[in-house]
């Protein structure tokens, strides 16, 4: 409330109130309180300039307004001097109202920004020409305060037609910033789609308009605003992007509304086993392969909820897919769908374990999964760094990987050493002694 | 820990100073509006609140009934409203629409909103608008700065990240200007700033017109130096995990406001605690700025010597005992808790980091800091996006290194495009908006490589790092990287001024500046002790591994470092800052 009131040392200096100080000598507190009723008559005047007639009207109670004082803080100091009653007291004294706006309307650019910024009373009104309306503006930007550069394009918002301020935004571009961010603070979008579309920034305005969707919270008037969104000029990264959202919710809501059905009717095992947490609705495009991975495996390539069916439309890479669906059918045990992942036959019938990752990811990933140490050792073994084979081995207990490699590497001092780690009597450790004692074998150490 | 402390290192200045000057003018406020009266609190000004004032001072003054803000219908009966709020116009708004239905139901009470720490044009004008301008008298409460520890101050205001960097919005800058003036004239005079960043510039452009507006009274420095960031000129190290005890339990747990909760993992009970973690705590006083492998083995220590304590009783008479129970007791109850508390802590930590690989994880980040083996951190990140195990920031953080330049080497890579463009955007099809945008505004040129070649902010990975025994700064990132601001601060400290870094700013976009503020002529061992305390003030936030980098730097050349920042932030929070995913 004190940043509201107009600064003393400008009434003081300022030419115009030379008379107004010259009174102030004869004048007094005492002579205040009598004209009380005078002034009273003027506070719509006064009002422009006190946001806070409430506690002026305490102060007004008859007791000596410099006892108000008494409840200041470090803020204190200002308001003897700030406090109105000191130079409304002489109403016969005052300018004329015509004249006293006069004066507060003769800042400059510079100083109406200097007073915006300390909090002090000011006047935008005058800046009616364009020029000035301008002048006003880049000294708000020079002045790097944001809080007024916003207030002055408020004031431009509110006496300047939209066409004429979009068109002076353009060369201003810190100005600019900041009239985006306050429309996007009032929620005002069609104004800003409106600004975009007169700076040809039909991008922006696309993403701006697509952005609406985090508003619509039933489905199918999502999809709708969605498939409504594919007219407008995105770039073509995101117009691919805005498709695959458009189709991606409309498929769930397909899903959504059949599972749902399923699951309730209590027709399919797999969702009395493993009842649905939540909806998919809405969910990303990998949580949805991974639904599909873990309710759907299986299905034929022309349903819309078959994994197949998904990366196809999704355009989901090999990795993506594998280890996607890896997660799934792990997670339901399915080691048999695992094991048929990585299969591939080559053109003689053979089949052959490949896969687009490292099988030490495999492993790890398996081993997430709480997979038996039966299933482990079949990837641990495909793991084609030997080092790395024996580490994971030994991180997940394979034994028969670890002494094979052992074996197949000679090793008859690691073998030696190994057997001393697994228990006595375990047939890891008869296998052990088996091969230590086979004499067929030719050791390197 | 074992670190040598130079003897000379002058103390800190006693911040509490700035809580008591908030809580008067908190107080002074409330009585601004006399008579009962129900208090709006917005979220995010309660825990501040709660470090200078509590309940029983609100209560005092007449504050009645505490809510807070949420931006629903209330339910409040007294007739008279106080809201104490951020100036935003989402919460403003809220306002509006309980003024303006008390208005409709013809009910009469009387608003205040008090607007911390200063009120904006656009709420005014928001008020003005809805009709309710008059209604609603407002005030400022010029709480700029809280004391989060003896040598942390922060603005607690993280929207600056996003309101400045991202949407190129100044109207904090005056309010920086402003934190920084309240210090100049409680701890000052300044004798000399430095800076680098264009907000930084601004800053301090706004500091001194509000210096030259107001008067100056004569007093002994407590602070001679001051040196002002920008976040946008170190983005990389705010980006890496975080390997300090106090920096992890941000990472993990999220310290607020100076203050940690706790899962019942850690407390091993049923219910989960609040603690306040700063110097006060002795057992995390100790160990907040240590690497992480080295606190296992203190709080061992420190859990033996304390056994020991306690062992004493075993041999006394019943006059020892009862001055053990007196004196000792207490203290050893004391640390006792604490101890264990943070023992939970750093196992709860391991088995989380254990779990989601944060070895490989660190391999990774050292790699692309290095320049090293960039085809084979892409394709881990790659996994780890595909897999999920990453959260969408990890992807961010992904896309942000490309831009800062960290990925360069890696020819224009089909791998980035075809992820960002399947992944990045659909994972999270709430992420509306063009996240890449929101990184250009960020990126810099590709620099990181020559500058950390300059300033040599990798160490050659082919020596022994000794954690026990810092030899510099890198310890806080496993002795892997200096961090980029800190270095930047040691260098013109060092030099006083920017000379010989002409390439460095070159680099970081300039805006670099070193002003001699005009010293008083105080006597020459006062001087000399407020000159080596130095205030550095991060705008846009900053971690706690900075904050330890900068005790080290502190600890090692006999000077004190005072942090302030507009928010403690880590990688988690910068990205989510730039996450536009709510309606």
Redesign the interface.
Known sequence: MIRGKPDEDDYWNSSKFKAFTFDDEDDDFTRLKESKRAVNSIRSLVEEEDEEDDVEKVSWSGEPVGRKAKTGSFQSFSESFGDPSIRNYAPELRKPKSEYKDYVSDWTPEETVKRMQQGKVYSLEKFRSLQDKLLLLDEAVNAHDGNVITAVLIYLKKSLSKEILFRELITREIALRHYIHYLKEIGEQKLLVELFKSMDRTEDMALMQYRDHLNVRDENKKRDFLKNCLSFPFSPDDATHVQDHYTLLERQIIIEANDKQVESSGQADIFKKYPRKASILNMPIITTLYYSCFYHYGESDGTFSSPANIRKTFRISDKQFLLTCLGARAKLKAWFDVDALFTTKNWLGYTKKRSPIGFHRIVDILQKNNAPVQVLQDYVNLVEDVEQKISLAQKYKCHDVIINTYRDLKDRQQLIVYRGKVERGSSEYRKIEEILSNSQLRWKN | MAHSVRRDAPELPDFSLLKR?AR??LI?LL??LPGRKDLFIEADLMSPLDRIANVTTLKQHDVDKLYKVEHKPIVSTSDQLCFLIRPR??TVKWICDVVNADKAFGRFRRYKIIFSP?K???CE??LEEQGIFGDV????WSFYLLPLDDDIISLELPEFFR?YFL????????TAGSALHLLHSVYGPFSKVYGIGRCSK?AY??WREQVE?GEQRARQAEIGNVFLIDRDVDLVTPLCSQVVYEGLVDDIFRIKCGCVEFCPDVTSSDKSIKVMLNSQDKVFNEIRNEHFSQVFGFLSQKARNLQTAYDKRSGMDIKQMKTFVSEELKGLKQEHRLLSLHIGASESMMKKKTKQDFQELLKTEHSLLEGFEIRECISYI??HI???SYGIEHLLTFSNLKQLGLLVEQQPGETLT?ME???G??????T???LTDAFSSLAKKSNFRALGRRLNLVPKSDEEYDLRVPRDMAYIFSGAYIPLSCKLIEQVLERDGWTGLEEVTRMLNGHEFAVTAGSNGSDARVKTDSQRIILVMFLGGCTFSEISALRFLGREKGLKFIVVTTAITNSARLLESML????
């Open positions: 000057l008067d003018q002074y009585e601004q116009i989402k200063q904006f044009y656009a004008n928001l008298t407002t005030d400022e309101d949407e190129g919005d100044q109207r904090w800058v005056r601004m452009e706004s507006e790659e996994e595909n897999r999920q075809v463009s399947r992944v955007k659909l994972v999270n099809d709430k509306a908006g063009k536009d995913n709510h309606a």
